[in-house]
């Protein structure tokens, strides 16, 4: 048990009785429970296998490969068209997680094997998702753009095309990349500190 996750369940004040339930699944595997992106996560030998997460209608376990994993209940969600690698099973309220407690733990144990087995997830290549025409204009305009774009990791480069894609009008498109090119040329993906 870590006790920053102690602290974490302190303030919770939504979800602790569903975390404290999924919690206890997970400490009843081989995993070293951590806190990560402000969540109790659990990795197997420094690797990330899942995490638990709260929103506003329902607690999830997020599997960080599980979309490599069987499924065989179906209860693996994609949380967005987007998201490749990732599965969460969700929870409407603490007592689904009792009543799945030893199936939650076989979705578990599979994950650890995963890890174990070395799977990677086939991520879609950069060059696979629509570049817009603003971006691609700017590329070309703005001297060390283009070799600043491709320096960053595959998943920031995805990231910035996937938001300046989202808009829906040419205008918020071209805004977003102008505002976001002093955070490209130093570096920085989209969600950096």
């Given amino acids: ?46 690797s990330n296998v899942v995490l638990i997460h709260s929103f506003k209608t329902y607690c ?17 969600i994609q949380q967005t068209e987007n ?16 009543a799945r407690e030893a199936l939650l733990k076989q979705y578990v144990l599979e994950a650890i094997e995963v890890e174990k ?22 590329l070309q305009e703005v001297p060390g753009l283009k070799t600043a774009f491709e320096a960053l990791t595959p998943g920031r480069q ?10 829906k009008q040419s205008a918020t498109r071209a805004s977003r990349v102008e505002k976001l090119i002093p955070r490209i040329l130093s570096g920085k993906g989209l969600n950096d500190r």
């Fill in 1 to 46: 048990m870590n006790p920053k996750v102690d602290t974490y369940l302190s303030k919770a004040d939504t979800w602790q009785e569903a975390t404290k339930a999924l919690r206890k699944i997970l400490l009843d595997c081989p995993l070293t429970e951590e806190l990560k992106w402000g969540s109790p996560c659990y990795t197997f030998q420094g």
């Fill in 60 to 76: 999830a376990l997020l599997f960080f490969k599980g979309a490599l994993m069987k499924d065989p209940h179906g209860l693996l």
């Fill in 83 to 98: 998201v490749q690698a990732a599965r969460q099973i969700r929870f409407a309220h603490a007592g689904e997680i009792t």
């Fill in 117 to 138: 087995a070395g799977l990677k997830v086939p991520y879609k290549k950069t060059a696979a998702y629509s570049m817009p025409e603003e971006f691609r204009i700017r």
């Fill in 158 to 167: 995805r990231a910035y095309l996937l938001y300046f894609s989202s808009a």
